[in-house]
Nanobody, 114 residues
Framework: VQLQASGGGLVQPGGSLRLSCVVS????????MGWYRQAPGKQRELVAI???????NYADSVKGRFTISRDNAKNTVYLQMNSLKPEDTAAYYC?????????WGQGTQVTVSS
């Protein structure tokens, strides 16, 4: 199982970015898909998760600004990030839970700066 994330970059405060993550390999079903982030000197934290049925959960710091979605047919999870703030700067990692196993993609850097 491999996860390939894309969509990071440099954006000004107030701007938007959309992250994508494709899960490939032998997959029967993906329970949860999500995004985590890790800023320099800080622990990795949950940003948002989505279940196979579409239920979502967000960190308080991104509620109302970020939207997670998934395309089950494409084994892809998205993170639409609006109204970005400098404190959103971090490496963002996609995550998929298949059975009881967590799989991680490589980080994609998001930098919010003027």
């Amino acid at each position: 199982v491999q996860l390939q994330a894309s969509g990071g970059g440099l954006v000004q405060p107030g701007g938007s970015l959309r992250l994508s993550c494709v899960v490939s390999g032998t997959i029967f079903s993906i329970n949860y898909m999500g995004w985590y982030r890790q800023a320099p000197g800080k622990q990795r934290e949950l940003v948002a998760i989505i279940t196979s049925g579409g239920s979502t959960n967000y960190a308080d710091s991104v509620k109302g600004r970020f939207t997670i979605s998934r395309d089950n047919a494409k084994n892809t999870v998205y993170l639409q990030m609006n109204s970005l703030k400098p404190e959103d700067t971090a490496a963002y990692y996609c995550n998929a839970v298949i059975g009881a196993t967590h799989y991680w993609g490589q980080g994609t850097q998001v930098t919010v700066s003027s």
